[in-house]
């Protein structure tokens, strides 16, 4: 048995490098992934919720002939474009015995917002309940986001990624849907030929394909997250003023990017509230031919107070604050059908186009579904 100052020494003689990986490893070891499961590998169970309420494992399919497990993401744009091949996989092979679940394994608050700038969802298990029912989901979607204890068994690289199991539960496919995004170029339907070769009794000719999609957000992950908050709380918060000429100027938006106008006040309390949501929305969708505007209805001598009350929010958007101390120009240059109350936010097209537009404080879902809407999706 070594002594203590013999065990201190060898740790001593460890490089540095050394030392820092082993630091590395334990701290990181429970959320690295597993490597894809191997073809003819058993199933591994689980015990994973679903957006109805139930808790199922694979006991719950064993009636199934083969069991399709897909791993996806609401926010993917990949993920996206293959949710209604899913469906429509799910429902042409209900009939011969075949059950198709999904997983969602992205764990939500390794996510960060500008990752989501084409997406009106994030991946929690509220989100995917609210992406079921807009989408119509007809397959088994499960949650896997906090522990990941299903995706670190299986070893998806992206989502989508397809496992199929026959009846034995033995792995005899892994890969993707099919070979193309867009539905009209599709030369390869992967998934389909291998179900069709296991119901016919056949071995799958081709067993492993690579995936192509958005990587699992893995627990780890949270540490870029919460460092992108960091970082984008550094930006500068700048309070320049308008006039009504600026205004309608705005409002013909000469840009070729999505206006969102927000006309608010200090002394406003559903301006507060909603303010950090709008925040979210500018930092999810910036990136993209997107825009949001603050424009304060204080009056000019409170600059320096709304200027606070934008850094405190970290509202690095473009802000302004009205420079006339009346109102009823400001409504009227803003819009003639608002009828004065705040907040008031429009979302206005390129050449003018009002899209969208609500008095009083707004629902942010329906604010970045309208977005998306109109921006549209990566894949069409």
Not at 146 to 155: I, L
Not at 185 to 202: E, P, Q, W
Not at 237 to 262: A, C, F, Q, Y
Not at 344 to 350: E, N
Request: aromatic share 10%; hydrophobic share 40%.
């Amino acid at each position: 048995m070594k002594s203590k100052s013999t065990a201190s020494r060898s740790w001593n003689a460890i490089p540095i490098g050394a030392l820092l990986w082993i630091a590395f490893v334990r701290c990181f070891s429970q959320d690295l992934p597993a490597r894809t499961l191997a073809i003819g590998s058993p199933a591994p169970d689980f015990r994973l919720t679903g957006i109805d309420g139930r808790t199922l494992g694979l006991k719950d399919f064993s009636t199934s002939k083969i069991l399709v497990l897909i791993f996806t993401a609401n926010h993917c744009p990949t993920a996206q474009a293959y949710e209604e091949r899913i469906m429509r996989l799910t429902e042409d092979y209900r009939t011969k015995g075949v059950t198709v679940a999904c997983i969602s394994s992205n764990n939500p608050e390794a996510l960060r917002l500008d990752e989501m700038g084409y997406t009106d969802l994030g991946d929690s298990m509220e989100d995917m309940k609210i992406r079921a029912k807009d989408m119509g989901f007809r397959f088994v979607y499960l949650y896997d986001g906090d522990e990941q204890a299903a995706a670190k068994a299986y070893g998806p690289v992206s989502t989508p990624h397809v496992f199929i199991f026959d009846q034995k539960r033995l792995l005899r496919y892994a890969g993707r849907v099919d070979d193309s995004e867009k539905i009209e170029k599709v030369t390869v339907s992967d998934t389909r030929n291998a179900l069709d070769a296991l119901l016919a009794g056949k071995p799958v000719s081709v067993e492993t394909t690579k995936t192509f999609g958005c990587s699992i957000k893995w627990a780890y992950k949270k540490t870029s997250a919460q460092e992108s908050l960091k970082r984008w709380a550094q930006e500068p918060v700048i309070l320049e003023t308008m006039d009504t000429d600026g205004i309608r100027k705005l409002l013909t938006n000469p840009s070729d990017k999505l206006l969102l106008l927000n006309v608010w006040a200090t002394w406003c309390g559903p301006c507060q509230t909603e303010f950090p949501e709008l925040v979210t929305i500018n930092r999810m969708y910036r990136n993209r031919e997107f825009e949001m505007v603050t424009l304060s209805a204080d009056t000019p001598d409170k600059k320096e107070n709304v200027l606070a009350f934008l850094r405190k929010n970290e509202a690095s958007a473009r802000n302004r604050i009205f420079s006339l101390d009346d109102k009823y120009k400001l409504i009227e240059a803003v819009d003639p059908k608002w009828q004065g109350g705040l907040p008031y936010t429009l979302l206005i097209k390129p050449g003018g186009e009002i899209l969208y537009r609500t008095m009083g404080a707004i629902d942010p879902l329906e604010v970045k579904k309208a977005i998306v809407g109109y921006l549209g999706r990566y894949f069409k």
